[in-house]
């Protein structure tokens, strides 16, 4: 990764997001970091500027769940290039699909130990990287 890239992490588990900010970290140190820990958050957080360039998101929340999360980020203008990555324990046809339809880039179960995220995560900020 060449630049600085800020990056929004909606994770209501707070061990997932310590977790989650320390591999972004240990892949490079000039991430940014930003955690909403329901939906809602993440929808007040993305009004900010400038726009996240990655976003993560949680399907199961409270408050705002990651399926609605999704439909209204991509109903912003502002977001409907930016690359949401669903982040989940639901291994679903259906749930993929319907995160598909909604505007995802890309559906990831959540790894089970660090070095599964570090590796995970090292692979979709290579993606993004190139693009």
């Not at 060449?2 to 320390?22: G, H, I, P, S």
């Not at 990655?54 to 409270?62: C, H, Q, R, S, T």
């Amino acid at each position: 990764m060449q630049t600085a890239k800020r990056v929004m992490l909606v994770e209501d588990d707070e061990d997932d997001q310590y977790l989650f900010c320390e591999s972004l970290l240990e892949l490079h140190p000039q991430i940014q970091c930003q955690i909403a820990n329901n939906g809602a958050e993440a929808l007040e957080l993305v009004k900010q500027e400038p726009p996240f360039d990655l976003i993560f998101l949680d399907l199961n929340m409270p408050k705002v769940d990651g399926f609605e999360c999704l439909k209204r980020l991509k109903a912003n203008p502002l977001y409907q290039d930016i690359p949401v990555v669903i982040v989940s324990t639901s291994r679903r046809d259906a749930d993929v699909e319907k995160c598909k339809e909604l505007g995802a880039a890309m559906f990831v179960s959540k790894p089970a130990s660090f070095a599964e995220l570090f590796n995970k995560m090292l692979e979709i900020l290579n993606v993004e990287a190139k693009s």
